[in-house]
């Protein structure tokens, strides 16, 4: 039998009948292991290295000023936030509009800073800070190259049973979220849909480490697969697939077996809280990233193109948004490890005239009435059991990257005196996010052999880092 390589593979059938792998899936884990077994890529160590979970806000979230606090290129506050959705009357001029109980600015009526505080303790809360990063990202399209979590899997987060995890079921492929990922790589995420879903990853133990000639011989089993066949074969779950490679004789009982019982259903942690209203999916990537079985993940959330002229269904999914975001840090503090949360989205909202109240007894905003490229934003949040982490920016800056502009009522300034490259390029936004997360172990030069063709260069990165190892 010849070599099948996994370019053999992946340019064969399976392929252009699924879209890309099905997942959970026999196939997808079998070419994973051997990849990461060729590659000789290290597992990290949950106890070491920070957890990175990136959350893809599919649509077009409102996050500049509606949520995060955003402020001019000289630091001081806009002198109009109408454009992010904000009536003179809930501006954030007045101090009491801004809340730092997460050491990152939000806006006081944030819904998703209400998500986080139902979610977690003051402690949690304490012991978290973040950047708000101003940068235009393209309406309502997977093209923005956003997906962080892959360019961490590279640095060397490989997990202890899949290198990267994802919840998104769309055509993003490689990232495991709705946008696509800048970083090349050759391992595809597991999709991971449901609590369930996740408990049969482990099934394959070390297969791929320890009898070589099995993995070769399922793989070539379904690449000899007819279209028929393989549409019906892609179509199980990855206990039936398996069942049914240990029937054909390709796969026997004993492989499935693990060297220890590992337990992947977080409701079974009793060191764990979990909050109700959070997806399956979420909960599950979040514990497999921060047990360290996960390299990295990426959390997809729908719904985030929400210009139906209602206020009120913003602010939902921006709570929706805000309880993950929680679960996630609440987890991490539960399970005493360092997090990093890149939360981006594919776009932004523009406002139209009239105002609505955002629920029962809620504060009146403008509804949201169509997509605005040029108001998006991201942010990123940290947390350390040990204590708030400490920034690297100066006591007069803003935890800032990038800058807002007055005109047109808030947008972001694509040209500023600094933080130039990140304003305007989703690209940039990726690398210095991974490399902040390299900083923080004080590994931040990795960057450049992790991603070709950075947009921000050697000469230029400190100006982008936030983060730092001391």
């Not at 490989?158 to 495991?176: K, M």
């Not at 079974?268 to 996960?294: C, F, H, M, Q, R």
């Not at 206020?311 to 399970?335: C, F, H, P, V, W």
Request: charged share 20%.
């Amino acid at each position: 039998m010849h070599e099948l390589t996994r370019r053999n593979f992946l340019n064969a059938t399976i392929e252009h009948a699924c879209g890309y792998l099905c997942v959970p899936s026999l196939a997808t884990l079998l070419l994973n292991g051997r990849a990461l077994a060729s590659s000789n890529c290290p597992e990290a160590s949950a106890s070491d290295t920070p957890a990175f979970i990136g959350l893809d806000l599919k649509g077009g979230a409102s996050i500049a000023g509606n949520n995060v606090i955003v402020y001019k290129e000289d630091g001081e506050l806009l002198d109009n936030y109408e454009g992010l959705g904000l009536p003179n009357e809930i501006r954030p001029q007045a101090s009491q509009r801004i809340d730092t109980s997460l050491g990152l600015p939000m806006h006081a009526n944030s819904a998703m800073l209400k998500g986080i505080k139902d979610t977690t303790g003051k402690e949690v809360q304490a012991k978290t800070t973040g950047v708000v990063i101003c940068t235009k990202a393209a309406d309502d399209t997977s093209n923005n190259e956003l997906a962080s979590a892959p360019g961490v899997f590279l640095a060397g987060s490989s997990g202890l049973i899949a290198p990267l995890v994802g919840s998104d079921e769309g055509g993003a492929g490689s990232s495991g979220g709705n946008s696509i990922t800048p970083f090349m790589h050759s391992v595809m995420p597991v999709k991971i849909f449901d609590i369930a879903s996740a408990s049969e990853i482990i099934k394959l133990g070390n297969v791929w480490q320890h009898q070589p000639q099995r993995v070769q011989q399922v793989l070539a089993a379904i690449n000899k697969m007819s279209s028929a066949q393989l549409e019906r074969f892609v179509q199980l779950g990855m206990p039936e697939q398996s069942a049914e490679m240990i029937k054909c004789g390709y796969l026997k009982a004993k492989d499935l077996l693990t060297p220890q019982e590992i337990d992947l259903d977080p409701r079974n942690d009793n060191t764990v809280t979990l909050p109700s209203n959070v997806t399956e999916a979420a909960v599950e990537i979040a514990y497999l990233v921060l047990k360290g079985y996960a390299g990295s993940g990426t959390v997809s959330l729908p719904g985030y193109d929400y210009h139906n002229g209602s206020a009120t269904t913003a602010d939902s999914k921006d709570y929706e948004a805000g309880r993950t975001i929680g679960m996630m840090l609440q987890m991490a503090a539960n399970l005493q490890r360092k997090l990093m949360i890149h939360i981006y989205t594919d776009g932004g909202v523009d406002p139209a005239s009239g105002t609505q109240k955002t629920s029962k007894g809620g504060v009146e905003k403008f509804v949201w009435s169509g997509d605005s490229e040029v108001r998006s934003a991201a942010f990123v949040l940290v947390y350390d059991p040990s204590g708030r982490p400490q920034l690297s920016f100066g006591e007069s800056q803003r935890q800032q990257l990038g800058a807002y502009q007055d005109e047109d009522k808030g947008t972001v300034n694509l040209t500023p005196a600094s933080h130039a490259k990140i304003s305007s390029s989703p690209r940039a936004q990726a690398q210095v996010v991974v490399a902040n997360w390299l900083a923080w172990q004080g590994l931040e030069q990795k960057i450049f052999t992790v991603m070709q063709g950075a947009p921000v260069n050697t000469s230029e990165l400190d100006e982008y880092l936030f983060m730092s190892s001391s």
